[in-house]
Structure formats: C-alpha cells, structure tokens
C-alpha cells in the first residue's frame, strides 16, 4: 500500500518546482495553505540532520511570513514514513554536554515557533513518526494519521540513553495525560493508528489514499475556524491524579519505583524523564523545556547513551546482508524438529511470511510445537495484534507432517533435532535425499562444530549453523556459523532468512562453542565454582543482576537446563583445558540424575510452580509487607535437593561476599574469552562480538557489549583486574595475548569510543 | 425417457491427483467449537501436508457445502484464504446438498478440460454441531420494524402484535421444502414402494459398519484421512468414530422406528447421522500432473446428474444416473469393479440397487430396453459407507473420490463408479478409470 498517487504527484511538482537544489523539504502552496513536504533526496527516510533543521527554519519562515498563507500542513512524500526521528550522528559528533544541549535547544526554538504561530498547521502522518519525528508533529496544531501497518508514532530515546529533547518530555503529557506519555517515553514503544486516537495522541485517523487532501481541507477549516482540536477529557481517575500537585507526586513516585525494579537503578535516562516531565507539570512548559534541554545535554554525554548508541549503530550495520543478496528469494524453509527451538524457528518464520514445511517424529511432537506457535499468536490476538483470521493464516503456513513431502521446495531446511552428533549426521543424510541440490542445510547447534556435523553431507558447501536463542520469537540474535567449506550463495541465503525472520544476525566461524556459546562457557564455568563457595543463589543471581545481566547466572542455567549446560561443558572442556576451573562437573551430572534439570522439570537449582501457589491471607500479608518496605518478592525458593548436592560435592556455605570480585570474576572471564575469539578470528570485528554477547546472552546493554566495557574501563585496567584475579584464582584468568596488546598501545577496539 | 448420451468430448483429461478428508465426528463432538470454514482448512491443510504441495500451483477453488453459516456464505473461499492458497485464485461454493462435494468436483473437471485451469482444489466442509437457527418469521418482522420505530408507543404497538410462540426459535431440519416431508419419512416411502424389509436394513447397516471398522483395523482409511489437531490443546483427532465394528443385525433389530414409529423400518441404527467434517480433493490436468511429477491415481472421466419427482424419486438419485452413465460410455455393470454409493439411509440403499436391476424401471422411468443389473456387493462399499463413516453433506463427495480412486489403484481394476442422491429428488454419478494401470 503506497500513499496517494495525488501525494506522490504534486510531491515530483514540488520536486520539479525547486530543481537545481536538492532539497529536503519543498514548500508548495495550495489555496491559502502552505504544504511543506519532508523528502530527503539523499536517503530513504527523512531524519531530522542538519540539512533538514536548516531548511525546516525557512519553510516556518515562509508560513509565517507569508501573508497568503493563512494555514499549514507538514507531509513527507516518502512512500511509507513522516520522519524516523533525529539523525544520531550530530550527537556522536558532539564533544561536550552544552553542544548536546545547544542542539536541544535550537530544536526546541523552532518548534516553539510553530506552536505559536496563529496560523494552523496540521500534521500529516503517513509511516514512522519516531523521536524527533513526533515531537515536530506534537508542535502541530492538528494531527492525522493513515490507518496502515506502517503507521506507528512513538518517542523511543530511552532506548538510546536518552530523552526526548525536542519539546516531547513537556508537550507529549500535557496532549495524551502523565501517565500515558510516561509510559510511551519509558518504554519507547510504538502507537499504532487506533490507539492513538483513543488516547488523543492524533485527532484522526484516515484512510492511507488522499492523506495530504484531508489534510489541506483540515487546514483550510482550522483558519477558518471551522474545526478544531478537542481537548482530552480527563477521566475522574486521571483528574484525581494528574490535576493536582498531590496525585502527581504518586503517579511519579510509582513511576520511579517501576523504573527502579526494571532496571536496577542502572540507567540514568528513565529517570532524567520522570525528573523533566515532573518539572515541567509542576514549574509550567518555560521550565520544564529548559530541564529538558539541560538533561538532555547530560545525557548525551554518558557512557550509557555511548553504550546503547553503539548497539543501535551497530544493529543497523548488521541490517546489511555482508555476504550480498542471495541468488534466490527464500520463499520456502523446512525445520526438522518441532520441539521448543524447531517451533520458535517455525514461528518466525510463518509470522514473517515464510511457508515452513515442519517435520517431526510424532503427531505428539508437531501438536506440541503448533501449540506452542498457536499460542502465542492468540496472545497476540488478544492483544488485537492480529485477528482470529491471521492467526489462523500464520498456523496454515506451518506445514505439519512427519515426512519429507514438500522439502523439494525448501531452499533451506533448519534443523534442530537433539544435540547429538550420531543424530545429526543421520538427519542429514536423510534429508539429503529430499531436497534439492541447492538447498542450504544450518543446523541450530548450539555448540557441535558445524565442520564436524558437515562431514555427513553429500554438500558441504550447503552447511552452516544458524543458532538461534531461546525463546526463538523473543530473543534477536541469531549466529551464523560458517565453515571453510561454507559458500559464499549459502552463507548469503542463511543470513537473509534470518534478516527476513526480523533478527539481528552476526556471523561468525565455527569452532568450539563458536562466539556466544564459547563466551558463555566460562562465565557458567566461574558461575559453579562460586555457588560451590557458598554465595547463596539469590544473591549471586541479584549480584549479576546489579552489575546489569537482566538474569541471574544461577536462574540462566535453570533456564537453559542443567542437562544442556553440564553437556556443553563437557563437550568443551578439552578445548578449554587450564582455562576451565577446577569446578567439579559432576556436581552438575548429579543434579541430572537427580532430575533436577531446571525450569523445564520444574526442579532445578529454584524450584517452579509446585503445585497451586499459596494464596492464603497470612501469605498475601507477608508478599504485601515485603514490597512496603522494599524487600520485594524473593522470588523463587531454592531447591533444598540442589543445595545437598552441592554440599556433596564438597560445597560450602555462607561466608563472606565480595560483590565487586565476583562481579569481576563472572564478566572478565566473559570479556576475556570474547577478545581471544577476535584473536582467533572467530570473529570478524569487535560490533559483531559486542551484539552477540548482548542480544544473545544479555550483557549488560549500557555496557555495550564486551569489547566496549574494555575500551571503556580502558584494556589496561581490564589487564590489570584479570593478573590479579589469576593471581588469587589461577591460570584461567590469564589476560589473552590481544587484550595485553591493547593494553600496552592503548589502542581501542572501536576506533570512536571515547 | 432416457436422457439423449452426448458424445464423451475428447481432449484434455481430467486427474485425481491426491485426497485427503479430516476424521469424520459426530456433530457436537470435538469440532463443536469450529466453523465450517474452519473444518475446511483443516481438510486443506491436511491435503497439503500428505502432499507437500505448493499452494501457488493452485488455479482454482470449489468447495460444496449444505447448511450455510451466514457469515461464510461463500465458503470455499474462506477455507481457501484461511489455508494460504494464493489470494489471486478465485474459489467459489457449490450447493446441491448430499452431492455438493460432487458438484465441486465436476466444476473443476470442465475447468480443467476447457482449458481455464491445470490446477484445481476440491471438496466440501460441513458441520452441524452449530445450526444457523433463526428466529420465527414473525419475530424476524418486528425486529426490522423496530429499527424505524419512533418513541416507546410504536415500541408497544409492534411488540403488541406478537404472540408467546413467536419467541420459539426456527431449527432448521433435513425436510423437502417443496413436499414438506424429512429425508426420514422419504425414505420409508421408498422403502415401502420398493419392498424393503427391515431385515434387509439391518444387514446392510450392519454391514456398512464391519466393513468401515475393518478398513480403519487394515489401515485402508488412515491413508486418506489426515489428522488434525485442534488448538488450543492440539491433541490429535486421527480416526473417524462413527463406525462399530461390533454391530449386529440383532442389536440393530432391537432398534425402534425413528420416522413411522408404527409401521416404519428405518432406525437410528440404520440411517447415517449428523456428522462434522471436511473433504479436500486435488484435481489436475493430466499433462500437468506429469509435469509436476505427481502420479495421478484417477482419470474422471465422464459424469452425469439427474432428477426426477421430490416426492416419488427422493434418495433415488444413483438409480436414474447410473444407468445412463454407463450407458453413455458403452461400459455394462460388469466393466466396473469399484462402486461408491453414498448411504443415505440403509433402506434406500437397497430400494436402489432392486431398481438397477429393475427392467421395468429401466423401461419406463429410463426409457432403455433393460436394467443394468445386479452390483454385487463385493464391489460395492466396501470400506463403510454414510451409514458407518458419518455424513457430513457438503464433504461425503469428496470421501467418495477419494476412496474410489485409492481402491481402483489397490485392486489394480480399471473402472470405478462413485454416485449419491440428494434432496430435491436429484443424482449424479461419476465415472472414474485407474490411471495406474
């Protein structure tokens, strides 16, 4: 669906109109109302960079100016989007907090210009409205929005470690209520058409064709006074809470409190919003947009807007398939195994339009993957996400079955069936039988050498690893595992489908564990050798938790199984000889025995939904205590089993807890082993390394991933904590020969970190 | 007065290429909460997982259906959408009630043979675990009137004018609209005319049982029915539950009347029963199909409907069309090894097949010189019928395909006949040759 073809048009008229200069925004008059269209000539989507600011001024001068014009209507003539927001790069470029402000500021100049103009302006909003992009059609005087898939408003700076600097922190809670623009701004989420106009963030909501005539005509009618926007009529609720100083201060202190539980109090930026908006409702719009400007400078400025800036620059890069586009368009993908990972593979796949034929061994198998695809597509459904009927379509494109019919159209089949090596060879072998000669064969490992289950294949130049991360449908990453052998065509084909399937995709050459899996080996390897030492598991789970890990290590091997774990190390202990601890395995082998496999058998190191949860009144009293005075839930109880199975194994308890050591001990062996798999040329470049280990095993995001933490605590002083810590713990904390290079030449492993 | 045989057109041909049905339930079993449509898709999608098929091929689809849900009056085309056949291929619905799926098929043979389509979807969908019941007339009325009422004295003066029964709501039932008579009541009129006894229902009821439960034991039918999986749970539907291997002409015998409860013969026992479930049929032209690479299992190669008096000739449509078409085709009773009636009912079974080897019916009613004959019964139904494997209306014609075709390819015999009966007094029969030989 495109935008009007009236739109597209007059927007070559415009385009035509102002030749010679290629103009980001043209100004074209209709009647008495002046319509200026964003369309950056230069790029496929309007951001607000210099040229733009500096043409924006002219045009707003020339609405202001011009007597004729008595109305104004902002357009892009981009085919699906008004503006994606602010062009990240004049931030980069920035040195200082006063630049950063400065550039808040002059934004804020101009579109304080345009909400005073007496003269009507409406914005019209076809595709993303984000960031920068909202804030300007927030200064409108009316706004419309298409009803279209693509047509989404939201103020996502929080996910960059910053705020919205462009007037939204003031104008967006006094358009849609406190409570509603917090939530957009702490969040960053998108507002789609519907929702928007509920919640009084647009005044319509239009078809997708003729968007800039209703638009003109909407002008038109506000100067004539005609038409006009309707105040939000405050519910009692809302009035009790947002009207006074006094309800404000709740809905505020409880947004701090939501903040502080989500994020462990380590990101500035949540918090600088709920301190503007806050000062802004309270001390009025004048104040509040100079707070906003103020914090807006500060922000940009610290390690953690650097940090997630990066991942964003980073994830952007990956967007571009490395290997070129591929020979063929995939339009048929074959999975073999519809347990937990098979059917998560399945789902992206259906859900971005792939027609997936999904083999199993048993009807039990395939009813048990469809209904784990079924049910999130109905959680979905409900959420009005989709319909009855597209969650209905999605399912129909998961082809069931327990033979090969059909695989002959697969132009890749995904396998991920037990992590066996017998059993993938087998696997191979059969499928090779079934599809065709160009037929790209990954394998969803997690940790067998991609060579090794290659060397089954009549076509070893077809195989590579696709690791994908559990759940499928969550989790971004995807690692692409290529091998010497790998071809170029087949590297190409994995690496779009996982694109198309909406992942972030790093590619990486295989070895022992590969990148992720390699990198997380000996943070898990550390993880038992401290429960061993007696840190009680909450508080080594809370520990990691603190420094960023959004879970425990403790509660992650829960959550990956016991079993999964103790196999991979196994498997990968003679790779990583000396620089395994001396932890004692068969702790974790008897935790198997036992049945203690985490999450999935209920019974790990934390035990899960043992039968109906207490809801008894003295329970409901005590939880409700707890979170009075800060405790909060303590979650999960810990399996008595677990515990005398460590004891068994000669396991300690209690004694005393360095919160700072073990922090160090859990992410330097991390780091550590990242920067020897770019020496070993595992990976091809630090960004790959720093997304892996972040959309992959959840490493601190506001650290940016292991290679930026190094350059930001500076690879001397990652040198110097990983000797000492050798020196107390053995070889294992050896630094690798890269990183003591680093540190020697005080180069960084990205050329920009600061 | 036999109808004028034209020549069989010579020319592109027609294959069956694969069939697949969902189990057939008894309605308000476990597809209870489903939509026709719903059950449709499932059939569909069940085709398309026993033969990998790429929906895209796909150039047309006919779906029959009986018993219309408003909301999915054009069916064929939701099932359609719903299964991921391409969006740019038309679908549309047949209805012609028992045979509906027959229709479907026959449409998609004249679009393959006149050249508009190589590839064509099949089959029919029916429930009755959820009957568009209506509100009575009269209250239909008022409630249309009340929409343009103005203030509460016009509420009262079109609410006035209805009476308690009003209120009852309308179930619709298997009747001729035109006679008024159930399919019941029919057929003990034929039964009667023809000289049925009950003893003969009950044996071939009870036959029609054995023999279904025999070819589920022997794996005949698990070939052609794809399980399905129903969400939210997912659990496997993979049988069919109509059929009792353990029904006898005694048990059957102890039966009371369920039409004439004084002098009627048809029971529960004998007759087939509400029944949910889909049927998907892939049709291509032969060419095609080789090209593909898919080996055909069926030529359809000629096909006729005929009707006669609702009244008189209601349920006795294979034996005013059978006749002619072998008659046209130059083939006698003998040529064929394989025959698929649809059971409506036992009694109108056997009524049937004494009127096929009637010859003054075949004089009088076909205008031709003799009966065809006697259709042994080793060649007639032989893994169930209607009356065992349930009947949902819009879908039994796309069973009845299927299974002809898989047994003329396991016999190794040349000709199959699949035929039905449908209200209105109509029929159709179908010609069907082995293109495995």
Wanted: aromatic share 6%.
């Amino acid at each position: 669906m495109t935008a009007t073809t009236a739109e597209k048009d007059s927007s070559q008229k415009s385009a035509k109109k102002s030749a010679g200069a290629a103009n980001a925004i043209q100004l074209e008059k209709v009647g008495e109302v002046l319509v200026i269209t964003f369309d950056d000539p230069d790029a496929k989507v309007n951001t607000l960079s210099e040229k733009f600011s500096a043409e924006l001024k002219d045009a707003f001068d020339a609405l202001l100016n011009d007597h004729e014009v008595k109305a104004g209507v902002l357009i892009s003539g981009k085919k699906d989007g008004f503006i994606a927001g602010a062009d990240i790069k004049m931030l980069q470029a920035c040195r200082s907090a006063q630049e950063v402000e400065r550039l808040s500021r002059d934004m804020q100049a101009e579109l304080d210009k345009l909400e005073s103009s007496k003269k009507p302006v409406v914005a019209a909003i076809h595709g993303q409205a984000l960031g920068g992009g909202l804030e300007v059609a927030l200064a409108c005087h009316y706004r419309i929005c298409t009803e279209h898939k693509k047509t989404v408003m939201g103020l996502p700076e929080v996910m960059l470690g910053l705020l919205p600097g462009g007037g939204g922190t003031q104008r967006l809670p006094r358009l849609v209520g406190i409570q509603a623009a917090l939530d957009m701004m702490l969040t960053g989420k998108n507002i789609r058409p519907k929702k928007a106009k509920k919640m009084g963030l647009v005044d319509e909501v239009v078809l997708p064709y003729g968007l800039r005539e209703v638009a003109i005509e909407a002008a038109q009618k506000l100067a004539a006074g005609t038409l006009k926007h309707k105040e939000r009529e405050l519910s009692p609720q809302d009035r009790a809470l947002e009207d006074n100083f006094a309800g404000r201060a709740i809905v505020f202190r409880q947004a701090r409190a939501m903040v502080e539980k989500q994020t462990n109090g380590l990101y500035p930026a949540p918090f600088a919003i709920i301190d503007v908006v806050e000062h802004g409702m309270n001390k009025g719009m004048k104040k509040g947009l100079e707070e906003e400007s103020r914090r807006f400078g500060e922000l940009g400025m610290t390690p953690e807007s650097a940090s997630l800036m990066s991942l964003f620059f980073g994830q952007t890069a990956l967007k571009k398939n490395r290997f070129g586009k591929p020979d063929v368009a995939t339009q048929t993908v074959g999975v073999l195994g519809a347990g937990l990972m098979g059917a998560g593979i399945a789902m992206v796949s259906t859900m971005k339009g792939y027609r997936v034929h999904l083999k199993d061994i048993s009807y039990e198998g395939l009813g048990r993957g469809r209904k784990q695809i079924w049910d999130e597509l109905d959680r979905r459904r409900k959420r009005k996400a989709m319909t009855a009927f597209e969650r209905d379509q999605t399912m129909a494109n998961v082809v069931a079955q327990l033979d090969y019919a059909g695989f002959n159209n697969c132009d890749v089949v995904i396998e991920a069936v037990f992590e066996d090596l017998k059993l993938k060879h087998r696997v191979i072998e059969e499928v090779e039988q079934h599809i065709h000669d160009d037929c790209v064969f990954a394998s969803n490992t997690s940790a067998l050498p991609i060579t090794d289950i290659a060397q089954a294949s009549k076509r070893p130049e077809n195989v590579v690893g696709m690791h994908y991360f559990s759940p499928v449908h969550k989790m971004p990453l995807l690692e692409v595992i290529v091998t010497d052998k790998t071809s170029k065509k087949a590297s190409a084909l994995a690496v779009d489908v996982g694109l198309k399937q909406g992942k972030t995709v790093i590619v990486v050459k295989d070895g022992p564990g590969f990148y992720t899996t390699r990198i997380l080996a000996p943070y898990m390897d550390e993880a038992a050798v401290i429960g061993m030492e007696g840190v009680e598991f909450h508080r080594f789970d809370q520990i990691m938790k603190d420094f960023g890990f959004p879970v425990g290590p403790i509660a992650l091997l829960d959550e990956v199984g016991i079993d999964v774990g103790a196999h991979v190390a196994k498997d990968m202990a003679p790779f990583f000889k000396d620089r395994m601890a001396a932890a004692d395995s068969d702790a974790l082998d008897a935790m198997v025995k036992a049945g203690f496999l985490g999450r999935k058998s209920k019974k790990g190191f934390f035990l899960y939904d043992q039968g109906p949860k207490k809801k008894d009144a003295a329970h409901q009293i005590v939880s409700m205590l707890k979170k009075a005075v800060g405790q909060g839930d303590e979650g999960k109880p810990i399996n008595p089993g677990a515990l005398e199975i460590f004891k068994a194994h000669g396991g300690k308890s209690g004694g005393k807890v360095d919160v700072t050591e073990i922090q160090h001990r859990m992410a330097m062996r991390m780091v550590n082993e990242a920067v020897m798999c770019l020496e070993d040329g595992i990976l091809d470049n630090p960004v790959d390394g720093d997304i892996g280990a972040v959309f992959g095993l959840g490493f601190p995001p506001f650290r940016g991933g292991p290679f930026r933490y190094v350059d930001s605590i500076g690879a001397g002083r990652a040198v110097s904590i990983l000797e000492k810590l050798a020196d107390k713990y053995g070889k294992r904390f050896a630094p690798t020969g890269l990183l003591v290079e680093h540190a020697k030449s005080g180069k960084k492993f990205h050329p920009d970190a600061k | 007065m036999a109808k004028k045989a034209p020549k069989v057109t010579k020319g592109r041909e027609a294959v069956l290429v694969a069939g697949s049905r969902t189990p057939f339930l008894k309605s308000n079993g476990a597809y209870r909460p489903f939509m026709a449509h719903d059950l449709g898709r499932f059939a569909v999608q069940g085709l398309f997982e026993r033969t990998g098929l790429d929906p895209a091929l796909i150039e047309l689809v006919v779906m029959g259906t009986v018993v219309q849900d408003p909301r999915t009056s054009n069916v064929a085309r939701e099932i359609a959408l719903g299964a991921q056949v391409p969006q740019r291929v038309p679908a549309f619905t047949t209805t012609l009630a028992c045979i509906s799926a027959n229709v479907a098929a026959t449409t998609c043979v004249e679009h393959i043979r006149a050249g508009q389509v190589d590839v064509a979807l099949c089959g029919g969908t029916e429930t009755f675990s959820d009957p568009p019941i209506r509100l009575s007339k009269n209250l239909r009325q008022a409630l249309v009137k009340l929409q343009k009422a103005k203030g509460p004295a016009d509420y009262l003066a079109i609410l006035g004018q209805l009476s308690p029964k009003d209120v009852i709501p309308d179930i619709p039932s298997a009747s001729e609209f035109s006679t008024g008579l159930t399919m019941g009541q029919g057929c003990e009129r034929l039964a009667r005319r023809w000289g049925v006894t009950r003893e003969e229902t009950d044996e071939f009821a009870a036959r029609s049982h054995v023999l279904a439960d025999r070819a589920w034991k022997e794996g005949l039918l698990a070939e052609e029915v794809a399980p399905v999986q129903l969400p939210p749970k997912f659990d496997t539907v993979d049988k069919d539950n109509g059929p009792r291997g353990d029904t006898t002409v005694e048990g059957l015998a102890k039966l009371k009347p369920a039409f004439d409860k004084k002098h009627g013969i048809i029971t529960a026992g004998s007759s087939s029963f509400l029944t949910d479930g889909a049927s998907a049929v892939l049709l291509m032209a032969e060419e095609r199909a080789s090209e593909l690479g898919y080996d055909a299992k069926a030529k359809i190669k000629d096909y006729t409907y005929g009707a006669g008096d609702p009244l008189e000739e209601l349920l006795m449509g294979p034996a005013f069309t059978i006749p002619v078409l072998l008659e046209r085709n130059g083939l006698s009773v003998d040529d064929v090894d394989v025959w698929e009636i649809h059971e409506a009912f036992a009694a109108q079974m056997v009524a049937n097949l004494r009127a096929l080897k009637d010859d003054t019916f075949a004089k009088e009613r076909l205008g031709m010189k003799k009966a065809i004959g006697e259709i042994p019964l080793e060649k007639l139904n032989v893994w169930g019928g209607s009356v065992s494997v349930g009947h949902p209306f819009g879908a039994t014609g796309g069973r009845l395909l299927t299974t002809a075709a898989h047994r003329l390819n396991l016999s190794g015999k040349k000709y199959a006949v699949v035929a039905g009966c449908a209200a209105g007094g109509q029929g159709s029969a179908i010609l069907l040759e082995n293109a495995q030989l």
